[in-house]
Nanobody
Framework: QVQLVESGGGLVQSGESLRLSCAVSGLTSDYHAVGWVRQAPGKEREGVSCISMSDGSTYIPDSVKGRFTISKDNAKNTVYLQMNNLKPEDTAVYYC??????????????????WGQGTQVTVAS
């Protein structure tokens, strides 16, 4: 059974950094993509990064490009989201999610098949 467990959220000041971790279990191959999706109160979910577990190719949307970086450690089956220069508008619950049948990052976060429980990130001004 596939499981994703996020950690690393918390309360930080504007301009500070956080690194989120997503531990993935239950995989039998690397033919998957893992993404980070956030949801702020009263807003729709927004994909903020994606990485291919097979070749490490990544996608970062313009909204966070230059501040957010996604990486992975296949040996640990863990995906990381490094968030720098955080802003109050980055406050949200951050979820990691996995797409089962595709290892690229071309699909929308709406195609993800498995989700973690989420971790809260709060950025104070």
């Amino acid at each position: 059974q596939v499981q994703l467990v996020e950690s690393g959220g918390g309360l930080v000041q504007s301009g500070e950094s956080l690194r989120l971790s997503c531990a993935v279990s239950g995989l039998t191959s690397d033919y998957h993509a893992v993404g980070w999706v956030r949801q702020a109160p009263g807003k729709e979910r927004e994909g903020v990064s994606c990485i291919s577990m097979s070749d490490g190719s990544t996608y970062i949307p313009d909204s966070v490009k230059g501040r957010f970086t996604i990486s992975k450690d296949n040996a640990k089956n863990t995906v990381y989201l490094q968030m720098n220069n955080l802003k109050p508008e980055d406050t949200a619950v951050y979820y990691c999610a996995l797409e089962w049948e595709d290892d690229s990052c071309y699909s929308s976060w709406k195609e993800y098949d498995y989700w973690g429980q989420g971790t809260q990130v709060t950025v104070a001004s």
